[in-house]
């Protein structure tokens, strides 16, 4: 009989025999594969989690105990465990987050993704247990090794070992990976302690012991195993680490052995003040294209074949990464002082071709954005030009160091932001949807919005032949957009994509909206109103040759894919009014608004960044009228309704 759909919450875990959770943790794997394979999803860091998760729910009491996950994106099985195991819509509008989210279930605590805060909030939410005299609940943050090369996890570490009376249990999730393998010196330390001959002689001689008595016996070493791997473990010098904060330390443990599991949470459980947990686990475990896979062990895939691993569909198109990737790597050919900087996200961000001609000009810090961006300054100053990849969502995690120890220091640094704009399925903390509107707060920063592959090549040239002040490439997700030649280069570098025939609309289209703008263009020019369509490729300062268009139109339109306050439209209507120019200006762009999962092109709609409701609004702006509906130049529906208006109002 399956165990599975008898879940409806961590306390029908309670009644499951040893035996029966090992056969849940089986159903679990099979119902992750077969669906995640579906829809696409974080299909291998799940895989790695299944014993833990229900370890963990088995010993506290969610939520009364809350479970505060990194990332989060490891949280498929505590959302199967906590009721919720209709995936068929997992990661879309309507369906499951990707990551923990309030709004689904009381059990669900932080819903940011971003790493390496899971045990701020475990600090804060045992001390406020303590503080409020709830002493019998208990906090447990699973943080992943990879998030343990994030300064805040040692900064919050040095508090927590402050005040040693809260209950309160850090699992470290330990598979040798975050988004690829986990880098720098406490990957080597971790690793040490994985492999280290001695403790596993030690534990095996253990082992070997105690099952010569027998099933009495075997009960025993289970019992014992998390204490004695504690004491194995100081041969190997596993506790070091922690010994002078003063954090009492577990492990290492099998994080796919369920009864060993159990008894070390339990030990952790009881011991009354804060407790490490360390656990091995691996990513991908249970499907062999996962555990093979060399680039990330299926870390996040699309809709793939569940047999096989194989990606479903057909041949994908280059993406704006590929683009990126090709030419940094050329770039790096002919510029050796090129050096390239990412936080643990080498494959993702498109540096692996870079990393593989050039291996000793590429440096990986971990996820410790703060310290790529401030490290790409010195970088700097020592005569190199850093380039350092990231996506765009995790900016804002060092924009101090890219405003005083970059933009200060006018260090000759270029950003390239990947996943800018609307990122779609894994929702509002991956947005990229905040980089416009901050980052030109910069003072002499240069921003780039390519709207095409084409585009993305000449501006990342361009960027990195600055040596005085920061330079950005920000760039969306998925495949490039189709090239959009220009009808002119003004003499600022501003690319005039339509002429229109009279001076009626100047429609600024920032990055890919620049496709958006022309489209908008053709419906206006069908309604006899005379639309300009210019792409100011460098959008932040702005170009002096989109003022001077500005004043010879009656309308200026800017359209982003970033957050319209305090975006580019709103740098526009500034300078513009600065110059004295009092031509109307409509910043059109996204809501300030945590947005949530959905694809990009229903988020788009609903924040009417389509070309249908663009130009209806345009019309009604120029007609002075409101348009009931819309023709078929403006919308897919044709409207006599429409056409009897526009004639009323001529």
């Excluded at 701020?120 to 005299?133: E, Q, V």
């Excluded at 300064?151 to 040693?164: F, K, Q, R, V």
């Excluded at 700097?380 to 120890?405: E, N, S």
């Amino acid at each position: 009989m399956a165990i599975l759909p008898m879940i409806s919450g961590p306390r029908d875990l309670d009644a499951l025999s040893a035996a029966q959770l090992i056969q849940l943790a089986a159903e679990i794997r099979s119902f992750l594969i077969e669906n995640v394979a579906r829809t696409g999803g974080h299909l291998g860091p799940n895989l790695g989690v299944v014993e833990l998760t229900i370890a963990l729910h088995r010993v506290f009491d969610s939520p009364n105990d809350p479970i505060v996950f990194d990332t989060g994106h490891q949280s498929y099985v505590h959302k199967l465990l906590t009721g919720r195991q209709d995936f068929s819509h997992l990661r879309q509008r309507d369906g499951l987050a990707g990551y923990p989210q309030r709004a689904e279930s009381p059990h669900d605590v932080v819903e940011s993704s971003h790493a390496s805060s899971s045990l701020s909030w475990a600090d804060g939410i045992s001390r406020a247990f303590a503080r409020t005299g709830r002493r019998d609940r208990h906090v447990v943050a699973v943080v992943g090794d990879g998030a343990l090369t994030g300064g805040m996890t040692w900064e919050a570490l040095n508090n927590i070992s402050d005040d040693n009376e809260r209950n309160l249990v850090i699992v470290v999730n330990d598979n040798g990976r975050s988004y690829a393998p986990t880098i720098g010196g406490m990957a080597r330390y971790l690793n040490r302690i994985r492999t280290a001959q001695t403790y596993r002689q030690l534990d095996e001689r253990s082992e070997d012991l105690f099952r010569r008595f027998g099933r009495v016996g075997r009960a025993i070493h289970r019992g014992l195993r998390g204490g004695t791997r504690g004491f194995l473990s100081r041969f190997t010098g596993n506790e070091a680490l922690y010994s002078n904060l003063d954090i009492k330390y577990l492990g290492p443990v099998d994080g796919h052995d369920i009864p060993t599991l159990i008894e070390t949470l339990r030990l952790a459980k009881r011991y009354g003040a804060p407790v490490i947990v360390h656990t091995i686990t691996e990513k991908g475990r249970g499907y062999e294209p996962a555990v093979h896979d060399e680039a990330d062990q299926f870390h996040a895939v699309g809709r793939i074949d569940p047999r096989t691993g194989r990606a479903l569909g057909g041949a994908e198109a280059a993406s704006w990464t590929d683009a990126f990737a090709e030419e940094l790597a050329q770039i790096g050919a002919e510029r050796p002082e090129v050096m390239a900087v990412t936080a643990a996200m080498l494959r993702p961000t498109g540096l692996l071709p870079f990393a593989q001609r050039f291996p000793d000009r590429v440096h990986d810090v971990g996820i410790a954005e703060q310290h790529a961006v401030a490290s790409a300054a010195g970088l700097a100053y020592g005569g190199l030009h850093p380039v350092v990849a990231l996506y765009a969502t995790f900016i804002g995690r060092a924009f101090d160091q890219v405003l005083m120890d970059v933009g200060l220091h006018r260090a000759g640094v270029t950003f390239v932001l990947d996943r800018a704009g609307v990122t779609g399925p894994d929702g509002p903390s991956h947005h990229g949807i905040w980089d416009l509107a901050t980052l030109q707060l910069v003072p002499h920063i240069r921003i780039a919005a390519p709207r095409d592959a084409a585009r993305l090549r000449e501006e990342l040239r361009e960027a990195v032949a600055v040596d005085d002040a920061p330079t950005v490439i920000r760039y969306p997700k998925g495949a490039a957009a189709d090239d959009l030649p220009a009808l002119e280069r003004l003499d600022d570098g501003v690319d005039v994509l339509v002429r229109g025939e009279a001076p009626d609309v100047l429609l600024i289209g920032i990055g890919p909206m620049a496709h958006v703008a022309v489209d908008v263009a053709a419906r206006l020019r069908a309604q006899g109103i005379g639309a300009t369509v210019v792409d100011p490729r460098w959008v932040v300062p702005v170009p002096a040759s989109v003022v001077e268009l500005a004043a010879s139109h009656r309308l200026v339109i800017t359209i982003e894919d970033g957050i319209r306050v305090g975006g580019i439209g709103t740098r526009v209507r500034q300078v513009l009014r600065e110059a004295g120019i009092d031509t109307a200006v409509d910043e059109l762009g996204l809501p300030d608004e945590f947005i949530p999962h959905a694809s990009r092109d229903e988020i788009l709609r609903d924040a009417g960044l389509t070309p249908s409701k663009i130009a209806q609004d345009v019309v009604a702006q120029v007609l002075g009228t409101r348009i009931p509906s819309a023709r078929p130049a403006l919308s897919d529906a044709a409207d006599d309704e429409w056409a009897d208006t526009r004639e009323r109002n001529a």
